[in-house]
C-alpha cells in the first residue's frame, strides 16, 4: 500500500528555518506531481507549494521568496525548506501526490499523516 511519511516539523522561532521532507513508500512517486499543503486550527487547508513531474515549481504568494520545494527522484523524497518563518506559518503540513501540480487539495491522491510546524513570536 502507498504511503508518504512527512518528517522535519518542531518548534522554532520566528526567523528560523525548519527542512521538511516527504518519503515515499509503497509505490513510487517519481511520475507524480508533489505537493505541500498547511491546516492551521481553525481555518481551512491550504496550498504551500508543489513540483511538477516536470520539475516546474509552484508557491502560494505568502511562502514566495521563503519557501523552496525540491524532490530527489532517486530517493522518491521531496522537500520543503522554510527560511525566515512567521508566526502565521505556524500549523500541520501535509504532503500530498497527484497526477498534477495544483493549487487544489482535491486534485491529489495520496496524502501523508501531517507534521506539526510551531512557529513562536
Known amino acids: 500500500q502507498a504511503h508518504l511519511v512527512e518528517s522535519g516539523g518542531g518548534l522554532v522561532q520566528a526567523g528560523g528555518s525548519l527542512r521538511l521532507s516527504c518519503a515515499a513508500s509503497g509505490r513510487t512517486f517519481i511520475r507524480e506531481s508533489m505537493g505541500w499543503f498547511r491546516q492551521a486550527p481553525g481555518k481551512e487547508r491550504e496550498f504551500v507549494a508543489a513540483v511538477a513531474r516536470s520539475g516546474g515549481v509552484y508557491y502560494a504568494d505568502s511562502v514566495k521568496g521563503r519557501f523552496t520545494i525540491s524532490r530527489d527522484n532517486a530517493k522518491d523524497t521531496v522537500h520543503l525548506q522554510m527560511n525566515s518563518l512567521k508566526p502565521e506559518d505556524t500549523a500541520v503540513y501535509y504532503c500530498?501526490?497527484?497526477?498534477?501540480?495544483?493549487?487544489?487539495?482535491?486534485?491529489?491522491?495520496?496524502w501523508g499523516q501531517g507534521t506539526q510546524v510551531t512557529v513562536s513570536s
Open positions: 500530498a501526490a497527484g497526477p498534477g501540480a495544483t493549487t487544489y487539495s482535491y486534485a491529489y491522491v495520496y
